[in-house]
């Protein structure tokens, strides 16, 4: 037969690789020929062969007769199960709304840790102004008795020195 295009066409083999798993051979329909794989009714010109040629796929002239689209679709419900990815959703809703109750709860103690701290604060500023308050009315007081001995001791020289006896300071 003589076309009107030259066409060689070369072969070349392609290395297969070996796989562990054994396959089946594909399906063959009864009306495919042996010889082309290409079902015996088809022609170049067939209104078949024209509806393959436009892109659209249809399941229904698939080499094997199987919708593949329909085979993955029931192979991923089959496998899928979305209970529990509820549960693990729930649970992480559960732990969400715990952690932040827990966050919630912190930053009120938090506020009030840092209203005590406020609080004894101003108490410790209003203890420390006690505590120099006293400590100038002892210094007062001091210097006044120191005075009032050195008078006595000037004054009465005998009877200061008689109840210095009687009665020892302790600073000596």
């Not at 796989?19 to 170049?44: F, I, K, L, R």
């Not at 827990?102 to 410790?124: G, I, P, V």
């Not at 120191?146 to 000037?154: C, E, F, H, I, V």
């Amino acid at each position: 037969m003589s076309s009107p295009y030259n066409v060689s066409y070369s072969s070349y083999s392609v290395p297969m690789a070996s796989s562990q798993y054994s396959s089946s051979p594909m399906e063959c329909d009864e009306t495919m020929s042996n010889a082309s794989g290409v079902p015996s009714g088809y022609s170049a010109t067939s209104a078949g062969y024209m509806r393959s040629s436009t892109g659209d796929y249809d399941s229904t002239h698939s080499a094997s007769g199987v919708d593949f689209q329909e085979y993955m679709q029931e192979r991923f419900s089959n496998s899928f199960n979305p209970i529990p990815l509820d549960r693990s959703m729930a649970v992480q809703a559960q732990t969400s709304g715990k952690l932040n109750a827990k966050h919630r709860e912190l930053m009120e103690l938090q506020q009030q840790a840092q209203a005590r701290l406020a609080r004894t604060r101003e108490r410790f500023q209003e203890g420390m102004r006690d505590a120099r308050e006293v400590r100038g009315d002892l210094e007062w007081t001091q210097k006044k008795v120191t005075s009032l001995q050195n008078k006595a001791s000037r004054k009465h020289p005998k009877e200061y020195a008689k109840a210095r006896a009687r009665y020892p300071s302790p600073e000596c």
